[in-house]
């Protein structure tokens, strides 16, 4: 039997054709089939919903890959710029350690070059002293400078403030030694012992005045032996300092001093300080 359409029939349709054939299908036969179609419909709509759930769940899986994968992107983006800014800041530190280490050592050989300049002027001042005595003129380091101690008695008469012959070779010896030497400066200090001066003194009140002119008139010596007036510097400290208690003859005695203190030129050293 041929129908009057091509094509293959709907199932319901076929069912349908064959229910109308006069005995070609039971009821029984025609329900079943009726019921397996229905089955396979369901099944049919049922997987199409699973399909269109699996469909979904993919499409989320891959947005929440994506959107993980931008983040992780973004992440390293980021680590990337963190470690690239802590390698130009160790650059710039390692950079920064070496200058100031540089600065150290431009330092530290100033610094022994100025150990070195005081230990040689300490020297040229002891050989340029020799032959005084050792009670009345001693020459010392302290603190980086040169301390030239000169007594009273090497130098003045008690209470006076006039250099004795003696007392003016040394001196005129001490300016040989440092003449040329214009980055030396040169502290001149007078001290006394605590015994006031006797009243009516002339020109002078205390321990201070006689301090001081005392200081003046080394000072005095020293530039007109060659040194230049701007090196040099009078001070009078009077009774202040002393090196011993003033209990004793004796110690009233080594009070009774005059101290030249010699000082290099730290300019250079400032310089690095300041830059450190």
Same mark, same amino acid.
Request: proline share 3%; hydrophobic share 35%; net charge positive.
């Given at each position: 039997?041929?129908?009057?359409?091509?094509?293959?029939?709907?199932?319901?349709a076929?069912?349908?054709?064959?229910?109308?054939?006069p005995?070609?299908v039971?009821?029984?036969?025609y329900?079943?089939?009726?019921n397996?179609?229905?089955?396979?419909?369901?099944?049919?709509?049922?997987l199409q919903?699973e399909?269109?759930?699996?469909?979904?769940?993919?499409?989320?899986?891959e947005?929440?890959?994506?959107?993980?994968?931008?983040?992780?992107s973004?992440?390293?983006n980021?680590l990337?710029?963190?470690?690239?800014?802590?390698?130009q800041? &160790?650059s710039q530190l390692?950079?920064?350690?070496?200058d100031r280490?540089?600065r150290?050592?431009?330092? @530290?050989?100033?610094l022994?070059?100025?150990d070195?300049?005081?230990?040689a002027?300490?020297?040229?001042?002891?050989?340029a002293?020799?032959?005084?005595?050792? @009670?009345?003129? @001693?020459?010392?380091?302290?603190?980086?400078k040169?301390?030239?101690s000169?007594?009273?008695?090497?130098?003045?008469?008690?209470?006076?403030t006039?250099?004795?012959?003696?007392?003016?070779?040394?001196l005129?010896?001490?300016?040989?030694?440092?003449?040329?030497? @214009?980055?030396?400066?040169v502290?001149?200090?007078?001290?006394?012992?605590?015994?006031p001066?006797?009243?009516?003194?002339?020109?002078?009140?205390d321990?201070?005045?006689?301090s001081?002119l005392r200081?003046?008139?080394?000072?005095?010596?020293?530039?007109?032996?060659?040194?230049?007036?701007?090196?040099?510097?009078?001070s009078?400290?009077?009774?202040?300092?002393p090196?011993?208690? &003033?209990?004793?003859?004796?110690?009233k005695?080594?009070?009774?001093?005059t101290?030249i203190?010699?000082?290099?030129?730290?300019?250079?050293?400032?310089?690095?300080?300041?830059?450190?």
């Open positions: 039997m041929k129908f009057p359409f091509s094509g293959a029939l709907p199932a319901a076929l069912l349908l054709g064959m229910a109308t054939l005995g070609c039971s009821q029984k036969k329900t079943a089939l009726q397996q179609y229905n089955d396979a419909a369901k099944s049919r709509d049922q919903v399909k269109t759930a699996l469909e979904q769940d993919k499409a989320r899986s947005e929440e890959l994506r959107q993980r994968l931008v983040s992780r973004q992440q390293v980021q990337n710029q963190s470690l690239s800014g802590a390698e800041q &160790n390692s950079a920064n350690l070496k280490e540089q150290l050592a431009d330092l @530290q050989n100033k022994d070059e100025k070195r300049a005081v230990k002027l300490r020297q040229r001042v002891a050989d002293l020799l032959g005084f005595n050792a @009670q009345d003129l @001693q020459v010392n380091l302290k603190n980086g040169v301390y030239v000169l007594s009273e008695q090497l130098l003045f008469k008690s209470g006076s006039k250099v004795d012959p003696k007392g003016q070779e040394a005129k010896k001490l300016a040989t030694a440092l003449k040329g030497n @214009q980055d030396v400066s502290l001149v200090e007078g001290h006394t012992d605590n015994v001066i006797a009243k009516g003194t002339a020109g002078m009140k321990n201070w005045d006689l001081v200081a003046t008139e080394i000072t005095r010596i020293l530039t007109e032996s060659g040194l230049g007036a701007s090196q040099v510097t009078p009078g400290r009077g009774e202040t300092l090196v011993a208690a &003033n209990t004793t003859p004796a110690n005695q080594m009070n009774r001093r101290e203190i010699l000082t290099p030129k730290l300019d250079e050293l400032f310089q690095i300080l300041e830059q450190n």
